[in-house]
């Protein structure tokens, strides 16, 4: 026995063998227990695990976030955190991470403030294996664990509610949108919903440089943890801080997948996981937690090379009687908007005046105004202060004034009803996109197959994205000529641009930054793939300041670098400007007409110019036309190019 180091068991059909290893892992949890444990007990439930196949069950694969490797045969754990695993090759072993689990269940060491009980510890483990294993809880007496009651108690959990706050470009970790639970309470109302519990999972950094966080996010720098905080402080970060409106879908899970979830979570707390901007990301770790409530779910597997929030609650939506209901939360951006386009530019001026201290509540031409004139003033301005995020003291006593002086106007409140967008981002256009061109540039035709895996440009439909938001990854260009090989006509990895409109409220910036390879002439006709870095900053203002985005008139200061062996110095800088209109003509048409010139001053010396036209025409959810002509000039060499494109989203 001790040279082969098994304990053999016996079933009625089979024979399993388990090494001695299990129940090191059993003293090690509780040497002083060891008397207390039942050896035959332990043998006879590991043993009844092995019989049921329980390490092979999705349940399992579910509470331990087993996946298969991409390319290779076998699985392993996404959790990247020791502390999450009994055995010590639980990551890339089920079978050995349930044996050891059970083992340690019987551990006598006591549950304290610095250490749990296994049970405890692993309680959705704990409880999934009770009810598979029925034990016995004379021979295995539950552990009362307080400090898990304590919690759940707190939260008072009914139900659990999906939100979807939208993209917001200016914070790299959120420009594709971003997806949370809400835990909600027994009885709670619309009044009380603030003070429900938020469930997210986040990169935990204080990183604020964009673009470093965004790299370091690609390659799984940073540790990503599941976190549970007040829910009025999720909103107050979303629909204030950053402007962005947020969806609500009520899901339809029964009290015990909402317990099981939150089980889970338990187990979850401070365990880390590397966060990958693309795939490990917020809102692919909140659709385990789903799979962990409910088995059937195959949520996660539809997402195997990214995850897109949208597309995940698109995966939500289209799961048959999952989504109850979906409420629509705007932004406070949106609503002082809402709010100004109804009141003449007199009355929003006199409001701004208030919000800015120019004028006061004693103001005279206040008491020109009708109770029913004066309120929507009053309303705008107090709105304006309470936009600011860090009112000062004088800031403070203008917007008590508001308010004191709004309770005195003898008027119905003067806000209308902010009306829904048409289209939700779960109905929006999918977000990978294949299209197939036929063109013609510098006197020969040719066929362009363009492949963009993610996620949406400026001409594409705008329902359920945000408007002006252009965010591409790898969008590749593949091109051939009559009577030439086909060849790489573009790679741009990185293609990233928000039109933010300025008007009389919000002061924005727009910005671009786009990164990649394409071809470009030069004087001996040869158009090789040149390395650009391009990046701006401009402005963009509505024509049409009543339908904000609608049709944007905008231009860019920017910077241009290539860099190729071609070039004499194998580089060329320079500084330029673009402009031009972007709209919507019709529901269906989108157009861009756009102009730019460049000056390499640095390298080669050289000066470029562009003018086009693109539109955009919708032929259905998933399938538009799209006509992009332009007239180009480099190194003094003229060239027109145009495109028909018939584009496929899926």
């Known amino acids: ?71 290779l045969p076998g699985r392993r754990s996404l959790a990247d955190d020791p502390a999450f695993f009994t055995a010590k090759e639980g990551k ?45 809880a004379k021979r295995l007496p539950e552990q009362p664990c307080p400090r898990f009651r304590q919690w759940h108690a707190t939260l008072d959990p009914h139900g659990l509610t999906l939100v979807f706050p939208a993209a917001f470009l200016n914070n790299p970790a959120s420009m594709y949108g971003h997806t949370l639970l809400r835990v909600d309470g027994v009885g709670q109302d619309e009044q009380t919903r603030l003070l429900a519990h938020s469930i997210s999972y986040a990169a935990f950094t204080d990183e604020s440089n964009g673009l470093l966080f965004a790299v370091q996010g690609l390659m799984g720098g940073y540790p990503g943890l599941y976190s549970i905080m007040p829910y009025y402080l999720k909103v107050r ?24 979830l939150l089980r889970h979570l338990w187990e979850l707390r ?63 951006a949106t609503a002082i908007l809402h709010r100004a386009r109804g009141m003449p530019e007199t009355q929003q001026q006199f409001a701004r005046e208030l919000a800015g201290g120019r004028a006061t509540t004693g103001d005279a031409r206040l008491n020109r105004l009708s109770a029913a004139e004066k309120a929507p003033v009053l309303e705008l301005g107090y709105e304006l202060l309470a936009y600011k995020q860090e009112p000062n003291d004088a800031e403070n006593e203008r917007g008590r004034l508001l308010l004191l002086a709004r309770s005195e106007t003898d008027a119905p409140t003067a806000a209308s009803r902010i009306p829904v967008p048409t289209v939700r981002p779960d109905r929006g256009h999918d977000t990978s996109r294949v299209a197939l061109g036929f063109g013609r540039q510098a006197e020969q035709n040719f066929v362009e197959l363009r492949v963009r895996p993610t996620y949406h440009d400026l001409l594409d439909d705008q329902g359920g994205y945000t408007a002006g938001a252009q965010i591409q990854f790898f969008d590749l260009r593949l091109r051939q000529y009559e009577d030439a090989v086909g060849r790489l006509e573009s790679f741009i990895p990185f293609d990233i641009v928000s039109l933010a409109p300025r008007n009389n409220y919000f002061k924005s910036t727009s910005w671009k930054v786009n990164l990649g390879w394409s071809r470009q002439i030069f004087p001996n006709g040869d158009r090789p793939l040149v390395f650009r870095l391009n990046g701006g900053a401009g402005l963009a203002f509505d024509l049409d300041a009543r339908q904000s985005g609608k049709q944007v008139l905008y231009s860019f200061v920017e910077g241009t670098t290539d860099v190729d062996h071609k070039f004499d110095q194998g580089y060329a800088a320079g500084l330029g400007v673009t402009a031009g209109i972007l709209g919507e003509v019709l529901p269906w048409w989108r157009v861009d007409l756009y102009a730019k010139g460049m000056r390499f001053g640095m390298g080669d010396a050289h000066s470029a110019a562009e003018a086009g036209l693109r539109q955009q025409f919708s032929l259905s959810r998933r399938s538009t036309l799209r006509l992009e002509a332009a007239r180009e000039r480099s190194f003094d060499i003229y060239q027109s190019r145009a495109t028909l494109y018939w584009q496929f989203y899926f």
Not at 112 to 128: G, K, N, S
Not at 270 to 281: A, L, M, P, V
Not at 307 to 324: H, K, N
């Open 1 to 71: 026995m001790a040279a082969g180091c098994f304990f053999v068991l016996r079933s009625s059909n089979m024979r399993i063998l388990v090494t001695a290893k299990y129940w090191l892992i059993l003293f090690l949890f509780a040497a002083p227990a060891a008397k207390a444990a039942a050896p035959d007990y332990i043998n006879e439930l590991i043993a009844n695990a092995h019989a049921k196949q329980l390490a092979q069950r999705i349940e399992w694969h579910n509470l331990l976030h087993y996946k298969p490797y991409p390319l």
């Open 92 to 136: 890339t072993d089920p079978h050995a991470e349930l044996d050891a689990t059970l083992a340690s269940f019987f551990s006598t060491a006591p549950d304290t403030a610095d250490h749990q009980h296994p049970q405890c510890a692993f309680i959705a483990r704990y409880h999934w294996l009770k009810e598979e294993l029925h034990f016995d």
């Open 237 to 260: 970060e979303y629909s204030d801080i950053e402007n962005r409106d947020v969806w609500e879908y009520g899901l339809n899970l029964s009290p015990e997948e909402v317990n099981r």
């Open 270 to 332: 401070s365990i880390r996981f590397d966060y990958y901007f693309f795939d490990e990301n917020c809102s692919y770790h909140l659709l385990a937690l789903l799979e962990a409530a409910r088995p059937s779910l195959r949520l996660t597997d539809q997402f195997r090379w990214w995850a897109i929030p949208s597309d995940t609650v698109r995966a939500i939506v289209a799961e048959p009687g999952l989504v109850t209901s979906v409420v629509y939360r705007p932004s406070r």
